[in-house]
Nanobody, 120 residues
Framework: VQLQASGGGLVQAGGSLRLSCAAS????????MGWYRQAPGKERELVAA???????NYADSVKGRFTISRDDAKNTVYLQMNSLKPEDTAVYYC???????????????WGQGTLVTVSS
């Protein structure tokens, strides 16, 4: 299984970016998908997650600004980020709980990370 993240970049404060993360490989099903971020000198933190049923949860710091969604036909999760702030600057990682063909359990897979830089 591979998770390929894209969409990061440099944006001014108040701007928007949309991250995408596509899962590929011998996938039977995907449960939760999510986005995490890690800023320099800080621990990785959950930004947003979405279940297979569409339930979402967000970090308090991004509520009302970020929206997570998924397209199960494409095994893809998105993160729409609006009203970006300099403190949103971080490497963003996608994650997915994937059951591979032939296996009986879901395992968490991680994408490679995409850098988001918000200038003031």
């Amino acid at each position: 299984v591979q998770l390929q993240a894209s969409g990061g970049g440099l944006v001014q404060a108040g701007g928007s970016l949309r991250l995408s993360c596509a899962a590929s490989g011998s996938i039977f099903s995907i449960n939760a998908m999510g986005w995490y971020r890690q800023a320099p000198g800080k621990e990785r933190e959950l930004v947003a997650a979405i279940t297979s049923g569409g339930s979402t949860n967000y970090a308090d710091s991004v509520k009302g600004r970020f929206t997570i969604s998924r397209d199960d036909a494409k095994n893809t999760v998105y993160l729409q980020m609006n009203s970006l702030k300099p403190e949103d600057t971080a490497v963003y990682y996608c994650a997915a709980d994937v059951m591979c063909v032939g296996l009986l359990q879901h395992h968490r897979w991680w994408g490679q990370g995409t850098l988001v830089t918000v200038s003031s």
